[in-house]
């Protein structure tokens, strides 16, 4: 397991410039999608130590959270069906287990890899971090490995801390993503002192803030909350537009619940003078292609261009 992913991480492309703008600015790109076909992005490297710990421990099953489009399900299910390991999805919305024929292309692939989909009302999802569900769940299971909702823990964070490396230290600003915000407090963590670590947030929320915080003691960083389009995995025209045009122009394809909010929100704040003269600017790709196939249903039920991928 070990060599899986130190292999390929090796093969993890360069860094590439994709953009140049006015008074000197450049953005580039790290292509952390293309890490692995299906343990992708900031989910390899999420699940790196947690696997790894959960082998070293003897844990025959894994069990973690998501929803029905959830890139952290997806993958957790690949690495099961990859490692060995026995697969347990607790999905919220206790709605679709009897709609096996409306599930979302994520919980297809997730049944596909052997996971085993436990559907939960959203009352009951939310107690997911209570001891008294986990261990209902381990009466119910036998015992697993928790891996939490997106997959965020300290040893998560460890495997983020890895995405920066020594090549890295040229850029004056590194942007990503935000979920729950392992992602960008393990880039934090690896940055240099005289870098800037900005975080987009996909969520309409600034309680990531605080729980940031709590993972990282470093302040070179900033938290934008402006371009998450009315809340999580919420999309409108302008977004899909945006994310067609860069895909057509730069053979890059983004997903519209975080890189295609992030990369749109790096341009704006580039129109607005957000960044000074001569700024290098590294956005990290961090995956959730999978995701695209599901959202491209609900916007044709919508009436709204699809994302051509």
């Not at 909350?225 to 409108?236: C, I, K, P, S, T």
């Amino acid at each position: 397991m070990q060599d899986f992913f130190e292999g390929a991480n090796s093969q993890n492309v360069p860094n590439q410039v994709i953009a140049e703008f006015n008074k000197g600015i450049q953005l580039w790109i790290k292509r952390e999608d293309l890490l692995h076909p299906e343990v992708s992005g900031n989910k390899f490297r999420k699940l790196k130590y947690n696997l790894l710990e959960a082998k070293r421990r003897n844990f025959q099953s894994l069990l973690t959270f998501g929803g029905a489009h959830s890139n952290h399900i997806a993958a957790t299910a690949a690495a099961g069906k990859l490692f060995n390991f026995k697969t347990i999805g607790i999905i919220r919305g206790e709605e679709l287990e009897s709609a096996v024929e409306k599930w979302s292309p994520t919980l297809k692939y997730a049944r596909s890899c052997g996971m085993n989909l436990l559907f939960v009302s959203r009352e009951e999802y939310r107690k997911k971090d209570s001891e008294e569900y986990i261990e209902k769940l381990k009466r119910k299971f036998g015992n697993f490995y928790l891996v939490p909702e997106g997959g965020t823990n300290d040893l998560a964070i460890q495997g983020c801390e890895e995405i920066i490396n020594i090549s890295d230290k040229q850029f004056d600003f590194i942007c990503t993503s935000v979920g729950t915000g392992g992602t960008l407090a393990g880039i934090i963590n690896s940055s240099s002192a005289l870098q800037k670590v900005i975080g987009f947030s996909a969520l309409k929320s600034d309680y990531l803030k605080d729980e940031i915080s709590k993972m990282t003691n470093r302040e070179n960083w900033e938290l934008i909350l402006d371009y998450h389009f009315e809340g999580y995995a919420r999309v409108n025209k302008e977004l899909i537009e945006f994310i067609n045009d860069f895909s057509k122009k730069y053979k890059i394809i983004l997903d519209p619940v975080y890189t295609g909010k992030l990369v749109f929100g790096i341009f704006d704040l580039i129109k607005k003078g957000h960044f000074p003269e001569n700024s290098k600017i590294l956005v990290i790709h961090t995956g959730g292609l999978q995701g695209i196939e599901g959202m491209n249903r609900l916007l044709k039920k919508k009436g709204l261009p699809q994302i051509v991928h």
